[in-house]
């Protein structure tokens, strides 16, 4: 390859004291085809650099000295910022290069311009509105003629041809809107700075140079909007000057802060305030999808504006009646993690806020993965997290018509059949090689096809290939698959195929099918875009609005559905719905509600920031935030440490009142329910200590502590074990005047008649079932599992009320967090799975 630099002195210039260099480099590629890089350069400090290129193919000498000339080597101090952001940002990002160059071709500048010229064609280059591209040489034509000058009229032109679409220009009222033609007087600027100086003088006065000369420019601007702004910067700073003279020390002191005063803070419902703000606000309306969705660069071809005719969005809203359709497509190959939440979340959620419908749509399209099982479980939870679906449908459902369109595809020149293993495919896209058979006749892909559908074809012998863009910057537009042949009976379809569509074929034109107005999917697909409306495209099909958020991530846990399935096959965890899991029925198992979920989705929001580890914490904050609304009160005693009274007489017991929800009206007697109280009460080791201190508030010898809903009682003797080390019973008495003023309160269970035990409960302690907050990236993920992450106590004491409780019944235990009656119960022996404990250190944190 020979090469040679251009534009010699100044392949090395420096940018204004950036630390940019920038050089430019001409050279002959395979073929004597002309390509030139823009090589920017970085200095790191002495002896290293960080390097930037941006190949620019087949561009002519003129058209990039226009980007070198015009725009990286202006020497202009007052144009630092605006080479920062072209050398960081332009050169980097191929789209915006890829406009720019358009444009400049566009207006025909490709031998240079005016600077002020070039500035308003970088910005039509960034902000053009999509929508409006057929209408983007005429404004460039005004642009270049000097008829639109200012960066005002500019943004007048993109406001006014963001509503006129792709419809016919009317060049009177669009010249109206953009002043085109209207000449301001500098005696008119000036008669209206005069005025507006007139009208806030006694304002000006007082803050002297402290005025918000912004605010003067913009109240001259909204009257005379084509003035031109270095006339009106002149005349304001001119008339400051003349009333205020010059700049007195007072003026150049920095203001004091006046100090705010102190507003007493009330605690907010924060789940309250996240649901105030309405996170669907940011899409658009269903007969807005006639704008462009998307730009789909080729190698080789024009650039795909992929967007819908108006008689073809005419048609879909005729069909739909306007109103929103969604879908949640999940693979019925598992069972839901919280991940799918936000996805129902989005899905479910826009349609009901827009009165409209999304459908459950079964991703079916790999027989081979797919069970009854994850389709009934999906259809459960769907409905259990409150959603209702608009209808149930599955991709199976569309074969047919899938399948007649491959064959239009194929037919119409985008398709072929291929021969090569997969093997072989990953390597000729690696090296972005065309497949062999790329180019056979239609004719004779059709007849393989139609050879595939027949079972003529062995398993991985063949596959259907869209033809798409095999040098495209974008590997999902590598010639993807859309067909491949698999002799599996199929749980929805049956035996009919044996061959089945692949994800990116099938997924684009079933939601055309199913008149989709919002496709909404995570961003790990947003490279799909393009092949999801070049699809669409090449069949004349409707197409979706697109748009991707980020996906849910939570820390300590993994949600990869092999993952997950590697768990639960391999006996780590008890099953799809271990509690320990981020698995909706896990989640469920664990005692947490559906609300608690939506509420978390929803103060997250739906945003595009990627990568984003959300910590469990937060999750569990809204958790306790429904919890405490819901869950009744109850007492257990896990570790239980027994407890004489000795001035209770052993047959006596005395019933008490406790409070099932502390904030009910003392009155209601549905609010209480009854506790024993007897000689013999058992508390938490844990409150009793042999030494006393004066940071703990349990249970010593001499001490007198407070037994909740009961009485005070004091320690006079502690029964140690034959090793004199261990406490084996405490005797105590009970102040039944409750004069004595104690330190601290402990919950409690008694015997319920002399001699019996407290009602034995088996609880299960559940914590984080991973140890790094990212397991999911770390070779040995399973090393990191958590060895604690669960704990049984198979004896535990609770009240007698707790055997009434049935499976799923909500319990905050007093002092030891929230709890939920296990599936695993029997009627001998209940069993309480730890939700969340009663510690919130997200909402510490937040304070």
């Known amino acids: 390859m020979r090469s040679c630099y251009l534009r010699r002195s100044r392949r090395l210039e420096r940018l204004c004291g950036l630390g940019w260099w920038v050089r430019c480099r001409r050279s002959w590629g395979s073929g004597g085809k002309k390509e030139f890089e823009v090589i920017v350069v970085k200095e790191m400090g002495v002896g290293s650099s960080q390097i930037q290129r941006r190949r620019l193919s087949a561009l002519s000498p003129a058209t990039l000295g226009f980007l070198s000339g015009r725009f990286l080597y202006s020497r202009l101090r007052r144009a630092e910022r605006f080479h920062r952001f072209w050398t960081e940002n332009t050169i980097a990002n191929n789209k915006v290069t890829s406009n720019l160059i358009a444009v400049i071709n566009e207006a025909n500048v490709t031998d240079g311009c005016e600077r002020s010229t070039g500035n308003l064609l970088y910005t039509v280059a960034t902000k053009f509105p999509t929508n409006a591209l057929v209408h983007r040489p005429k404004l460039l034509e005004y642009i270049v003629s000097s008829k639109i000058k200012t960066p005002a009229q500019v943004e007048a032109a993109f406001a006014f041809l963001t509503v006129t679409s792709s419809e016919d220009l009317d060049i009177s009222k669009f010249e109206e809107a953009c002043g085109v033609g209207v000449e301001v007087s500098s005696e008119d600027i000036e008669r209206t700075v005069d005025e507006m100086f007139e009208e806030k003088k006694s304002a000006i006065l007082e803050q002297r140079y402290r005025t918000n000369v912004g605010d003067l420019f913009a109240h001259v601007r909204k009257k005379q909007p084509w003035a031109d702004p270095k006339i009106v910067k002149q005349l304001i700073d001119s008339k400051l000057y003349e009333l205020l003279g010059e700049k007195t020390a007072a003026d150049n002191e920095k203001p004091v802060k006046k100090k705010k005063e102190k507003v007493v803070k009330v605690e907010e419902d924060k789940t309250t305030v996240e649901e105030e703000i309405n996170p669907y606000l940011i899409f658009p309306a269903p007969e807005e999808n006639y704008k462009v969705h ?52 989005v899905d479910f959620g826009l349609a009901k806020e827009r009165g409209g419908g999304c459908y459950l749509r079964y991703d079916d399209t790999n027989p081979e993965a797919e069970k009854k099982e994850y389709i009934d479980h999906i259809e459960e939870i769907v409905r259990w997290m409150g959603w209702k679906p608009f209808k149930i449908t599955y991709t199976s459902d569309y074969f047919q018509e899938l399948y007649d369109l491959a064959v239009e595809l194929i037919r119409r020149g985008h398709a072929y059949v291929d021969h090569q293993t997969g093997d072989e495919i990953k390597e000729y896209r690696e090296k972005k090689m065309n497949s062999p058979w790329r180019d ?87 490279t799909r875009r ?26 300590n846990t993994v949600m990869s559905k092999r993952k997950l399935n590697r768990l639960v096959t391999e006996n780590y965890v008890d099953g799809w719905d271990d509690p320990r899991l981020m ?43 429904e919890l405490n609304k819901t869950a009744s009160r109850a007492m257990v005693v896990l570790h239980p440490l027994k407890v004489v009274i000795t001035n209770l007489e052993p047959s006596s017991v005395i019933d008490l009142d406790a409070k099932k929800w502390p904030d009910a009206p003392n009155d209601d007697a549905s609010s209480y329910y ?92 559940f914590d984080k079932l991973f140890l790094s907050e990212n397991p999911g990236e770390l070779d040995n993920w399973l090393d990191d599992l958590n060895p604690e992450s669960k704990e049984i106590i198979p004896c535990a004491y609770a009240v007698p009320p707790l055997q009434f409780a049935e499976v799923d019944d909500k319990f905050q235990f007093e002092r030891l967090g929230y709890f939920v009656a296990d599936k695993d119960s029997t009627p001998e022996k209940l069993i309480f799975n730890r939700t969340v404990t009663l510690r919130d250190n997200y909402g510490k944190a937040s304070k």
């Open 530 to 555: 393009a092949s999801y409306y070049w699809l669409l495209d090449a069949l004349s099909l409707y197409q979706p609005y697109v748009w991707e958020y980020s996906r849910l991530n939570i820390t």
């Open 294 to 345: 998307t730009e789909v660069f080729f190698s080789d071809r024009p650039v795909l504006r992929a967007c819908n005719s108006k008689e073809t969005l005419e048609k879909h809203l005729k069909e739909t009646g306007g109103k929103v359709l969604t879908r949640f497509p999940p693979e019925p190959n598992g069972y839901l993690h919280i991940g799918h939440a936000k996805a129902m979340f």
């Open 440 to 526: 056979r006749p239609i004719s004779e892909s059709l007849q393989l096809f139609n050879d595939m559908k027949n079972g003529k074809i062995e398993e991985g012998k063949a596959t259907l290939r869209m033809k798409q863009d095999m040098q495209s910057d974008n590997f999902n537009m590598y010639d993807l698959i859309a067909y491949r042949i698999k002799f599996t009976p199929h749980p929805h379809a049956g035996d009919k195929w044996c061959i089945y569509p692949s994800y990116d074929y099938a997924h684009c034109i079933v939601d055309s099918l199913e008149n989709i107005t919002h496709s909404l999917c995570t961003l790990e697909f947003e």
């Open 674 to 765: 009854k506790v024993p109280f007897s000689n013999v009460v058992y508390i938490e080791e844990s409150d009793f200590r042999v030494k006393d201190s004066k940071d703990y508030y349990g249970l010593a010898p001499g001490k007198t502590v407070l037994l909740r809903y009961a009485f005070p009682i004091k320690c006079t003797e502690v029964v140690l074990s034959d090793d004199k080390k261990t406490v084996v019973e405490i005797h105590a008495e009970y102040d039944p005047f409750k004069k004595t003023k104690p330190k601290g309160v402990l919950h409690w269970v008694a015997e319920p008649s002399p001699g019996v035990d407290p009602l034995k409960v088996e609880v299960r302690l």
């Open 583 to 625: 698995t909706l029925a896990g989640l469920r198992r664990r005692g947490v509600t559906a609300t608690a979920i939506n509420a978390f989705v929803r103060g997250i929001g739906i945003t595009r920031s990627d990568g984003s580890m959300i910590r469990l914490e937060r999750l569990e904050y809204h958790v306790r935030e």
